[in-house]
T-cell receptor, first 111, second 113 residues
Framework: RKEVEQDPGPFNVPEGATVAFNCTYS??????FFWYRQDCRKEPKLLMS???SGNEDGRFTAQLNRASQYISLLIRDSKLSDSATYLC????????????FGSGTKLNVKP | DADVTQTPRNRITKTGKRIMLECSQT?????MYWYRQDPGLGLQLIYY???????NKGEISDGYSVSRQAQAKFSLSLESAIPNQTALYFC????????????FGPGTRLTVL
């Protein structure tokens, strides 16, 4: 079983739409959770960390469900510039700083 | 200037050649990582280092070796390159603690013919 699993998509949505991605993780002891964005052939860049209480950054909302071991990313009012691959990342945290990456969910926002 | 740099950015080589990919960082982080990414797949960890004296194998270390020359430098070597090592390679750094996001270099696109 993979440490982190994501629906690869692609999600094809019109501008202005709301879209949500989920990601499941297998290690119940995981401590740190992140969403990264990766543009084609570029390096991944942190979009947002995911906190237990959920967090919001502009049009982006991330939530963590420890009981069901998944995290989610909600994008409201999608822009063309949101088109990218979104990577879910999970880490045991503390001193054991390994990071487990999902294979990514591709989002295409259409005019 | 970029916080994490990688050289070369692109490399084409032949089967059996020795290749070294270099990574430097100005983040002051102790922790450094090498990943490879294949089309449609997630990042796979090759090696990681928590400080200059600490080197650890990742999920796919066979065929690779690393050297941590200093806190700021972490190089990846392919002793005898083979075609299935054709991939995009990323170096990354991170701090400690729970707010420990990773910062990535721009990547090295390696093609082994």
């Amino acid at each position: 079983r993979k440490e982190v699993e994501q629906d690869p998509g692609p999600f094809n949505v019109p501008e202005g739409a709301t879209v949500a991605f989920n990601c499941t993780y297998s290690n119940s002891a995981s401590q740190s959770f992140f969403w990264y964005r990766q543009d084609c052939r570029k390096e991944p860049k942190l979009l947002m960390s995911v906190y237990s209480s959920g967090n919001e950054d502009g049009r982006f909302t991330a939530q963590l469900n420890r009981a069901s071991q998944y995290i989610s990313l909600l994008i409201r009012d999608s822009k063309l510039s949101d088109s990218a691959t979104y990577l879910c990342v999970v880490s045991p945290g503390d001193n054991f700083n390994k990071f487990y990456f999902g294979s990514g969910t591709k989002l295409n926002v259409k005019p | 200037d970029a916080d994490v740099t990688q050289t070369p950015r692109n490399r084409i080589t032949k089967t059996g050649k020795r290749i070294m990919l270099e990574c430097s960082q100005t983040k002051g982080h102790d922790r450094m990582y090498w990943y490879r990414q294949d089309p449609g797949l997630g990042l796979q960890l090759i090696y990681y280092s928590f400080d200059v004296k600490d080197i650890n194998k990742g999920e796919i270390s066979d065929g690779y070796s690393v050297s941590r020359q200093a806190q700021a430098k972490f190089s990846l070597s392919l002793e005898s390159a083979i075609p299935n090592q054709t991939a995009l390679y990323f170096c990354a750094t991170s701090g400690q603690g729970t707010d420990n996001e990773q910062f990535f270099g721009p990547g090295t696109r390696l093609t082994v013919l």
